[in-house]
Structures are given as C-alpha cells and as structure tokens.
C-alpha cells in the first residue's frame, strides 16, 4: 500500500520560507507524477506544484511561480516544495499526492502552513 507522509509546515511571517517534505514509500515511482496541493478554509483544493519522477519536469500554479520549487530525491524517494517569498495568502493545508499508471491516486494527509501578515 503506498503511503504518502507530509512534513515541514508551520507559522512563518510574510515574507518567509518554509520547505515541505513528502515521503513515499510501498511502491514504484519510477512513472509516477508528484503533485502538491492546498486547500484553504472555505475554499476547494486547488493545484500548486508537480514534477514528473523520471525526467523531473515540473509545472507549477501561476500564483506560486517564481517563489515556489518543487524538487524530488529519487534516493529517499521524497518530493519537496521549497517556498519563498510567502504571503499570507499562501496559508493553507498542503496536500502531497501520487498519480501511478492507471491514473491510481494516493494522497497524504496534509500539513499545515500558516502565514502571518
């Protein structure tokens, strides 16, 4: 069973940096597709971030290009979201999730990031 586990959120200021972890383990990811995502209160999930395993292409939302970067160690088979410049707006639960070949999708249970103004 994969499992996903997030680490690294807390309360930082405006203007700060945080770096998420998220940790897979119980599979194969040689083809999988990374994704990190946040949901603030009242809000739906939205998409922030994603890299490709083999080859490391990445995307990203266009509210967090150019402060956010995603990253993965293939070693520790764990993706990172290292985030800069964060406002306030940014706060939010991070979800880590993975999408294997057949669309099969797991998902993290989320860590928070607060940022205050």
């Known amino acids: 069973q994969v499992q996903l586990v997030e680490s690294g959120g807390g309360l930082v200021q405006a203007g700060g940096s945080l770096r998420l972890s998220c940790a897979a383990s119980?599979?194969?990811?040689?083809?999988?597709?990374m994704g990190w995502y946040r949901q603030a209160p009242g809000k739906e999930r939205e998409f922030v971030a994603r890299?490709?395993?083999?080859?490391?292409?990445?995307s990203y939302a266009d509210s967090v290009k150019g402060r956010f970067t995603v990253s993965r160690d293939g070693a520790e088979n764990t993706v990172y979201l290292r985030m800069n410049s964060l406002k306030p707006e940014d706060t939010a639960m991070y979800y880590c999730?993975?999408?294997?070949?057949?669309?099969?999708?797991?998902w993290g249970q989320g860590t928070q990031v607060t940022v205050s103004s």
């Open positions: 119980g599979g194969t990811f040689s083809s999988a597709v």
């Open positions: 999730n993975i999408v294997l070949p057949g669309a099969v999708t797991y």
């Open positions: 890299i490709l395993w083999s080859g490391g292409g990445t």
